[in-house]
């Protein structure tokens, strides 16, 4: 069984479209993430949710909107694509949130903005 | 200045060798401290985490220094499955309480 899924795996869009990635995890945490992994290997997060609040919410343009419609999923809605979107977005979870809680990723959805 | 810094490398060594990754964190307030394994083309997997009295797990030993900030891995008897990305990790205080933060990885190639 999968424990972090995500789709899809791949995405390949054109600049000003609106797009969905969806993340689910099995594992009954109560702490799911995002992350976005550039061109340059970097990996910084980007949200971080706790039992549907948001906990995190780091330095990302207003067109990406998180949504958790319960504490096994946490989606993520990009208005308007631009070319720098263009990444490896990575859905991760952790049991509580604590900072010694091991992150379990996801498989990544790679996005290509044309 | 960076938060995480890694030296890239690659790092090329033959299997059986020894190798070891360092990594150095800007910011003192930072209380835990981990390295990810990251395959090519993969999610980032926990290797291990890293405490100030250090802590090894079979060929894989890590080492705290919070005095200089610093951090590091030491993989013994190399393996040709060692071969990926190592990620040294960090928690940093954010606007939103504390996140983790990711250096961007070193480079090891184990070859036969």
């Known amino acids: 069984d999968t424990a972090v899924s995500q789709t899809p795996k791949y995405l390949v869009t054109q600049m000003g479209n609106d797009k969905s990635i969806k993340c689910e995890q099995n594992l009954g945490h109560d702490t799911m993430y995002w992350y976005k992994q550039d061109s340059k290997k970097f990996l910084k997060i980007m949200f971080s949710?706790?039992?549907?609040?948001?906990?995190i919410n780091e330095t990302v343009p207003n067109r990406f909107s998180p949504k958790s419609p319960d504490k096994a999923h946490l989606n993520l809605h990009i208005n308007s694509l631009e070319l720098g979107d263009s990444a490896v977005y990575f859905c991760?979870?952790?049991?509580?949130?604590?900072?010694?809680?091991?992150?379990?990723f996801g498989p990544g959805t790679r996005l290509t903005v044309l | 200045r960076k938060e995480v810094e890694q030296d890239p490398g690659p790092f090329n060594v033959p299997e059986g060798a020894t190798v070891a990754f360092n990594c150095t964190y800007s910011n003192s307030a930072s209380q835990s401290f981990f390295w990810y394994r990251q395959d090519c083309r993969k999610e980032p997997k926990l290797l291990m985490s890293?405490?100030?009295s250090g802590n090894e797990d079979g060929r894989f030993t890590a080492q705290l220094n919070r005095a200089s900030q610093y951090i590091s891995l030491l993989i013994r008897d190399s393996k040709l499955s060692d071969s990926a990305t190592y990620l040294c990790v960090v928690n940093i205080p954010s606007n939103s309480g504390y996140a983790l933060n990711f250096g961007k990885g070193t480079s090891l190639l184990v070859t036969p």
């Open positions: 991760a979870s952790s049991q509580d949130g604590y900072l010694t809680d091991t992150q379990y």
């Open positions: 890293v405490y100030s």
């Open positions: 949710y706790n039992n549907k609040e948001l906990i």
